[in-house]
């Protein structure tokens, strides 16, 4: 008979944690706050209009009109699960992004990061990385053991951001969901808690006013120093 230990390690002293109560988080460069229609969704549908392609991969969007972005946020701030957060941007003082924590599972301390959409005046700021790494340290110093990454597997930019954010590749769920009349097969990423002190090292290295010159430069990129963190990679990103 299989002994005991066959069935997993015991998890022990484990607390579930509490659910995120949407209190702000705030850094150097970004800052979070619990997304509110009528005080968020003029200024996000503004900055979003710049582009479609930012909704390829959402379930939602784009939006025809302000209007009916607001009743969209109107509709999602109501609900206990996905929590949205507003982003803004403090290096230009535009808000520009929203995230969401969604499949919350505190009896299993399993927490997702979803719903991401920057326009493109954040993307690729320190204020769009900021973010991500403000609500994984709210995640795993709350008490959640895993932090979640998924996306459509054929969005290549949201499977190369999950890597540089220091998630491990997980693999492919074939024919997961059907989004917008589409097949969509889901890539998933995680991070678990035991890699949380060596990643949020890295994060605040990358951070640091001195990774970055005058121009706003990065020195060392974040890629390269959550590398050894991670304990799989994405083999859709070999070579690119």
């Keep these: 008979m299989a002994g005991q230990d066959s069935a997993g390690p015991l998890v022990t ?14 850094g150097r460069y970004a800052r979070l706050v619990r997304l509110r229609a009528d ?7 503004r900055a979003n209009s710049v582009s479609d392609a930012i909704w390829d991969y959402l379930p939602y969007g784009p939006f025809s009109s302000a209007a009916a972005y607001h009743r969209w946020v109107r509709e999602m701030e109501a609900g206990p699960d996905p929590i949205f957060y507003a982003i803004e941007n403090l290096e230009t003082g535009q808000l520009s992004g929203v995230a969401s924590y969604l499949r919350i599972t505190p009896e299993m301390g399993t927490i997702e990061v979803g719903h991401i959409n920057f326009a493109p005046e954040l993307q690729r700021s320190r204020a769009a990385t900021e973010a991500m790494y403000l609500m994984m340290a709210w995640a795993f110093e709350a008490g959640y053991r895993r932090y979640e990454w998924k996306c459509n597997a054929r969005n290549l930019g949201s499977r190369r951001a999950a890597e540089r954010l220091g998630f491990s590749y997980e693999g492919v769920f074939r024919q997961a969901a059907i989004v917008k009349g ?51 990679s994405d083999p859709a990103l070999s070579g690119r």
């Design 13 to 26: 002293g484990f607390q579930p944690p509490p659910v995120p109560d949407g209190a702000s988080l705030a």
């Design 182 to 232: 589409r097949n969509r097969d889901t890539a998933w990423f995680a991070c678990i808690d035991a890699e949380w002190p060596a990643l949020k090292e890295a994060f605040q290295a990358w951070l640091a006013p001195g990774n970055f010159d005058a121009g706003g430069q990065q020195k060392e990129r974040l890629a390269d120093l959550t590398r050894l963190v991670r304990v799989s």
């Design 39 to 45: 005080d968020h969704a003029a200024d996000l549908h």
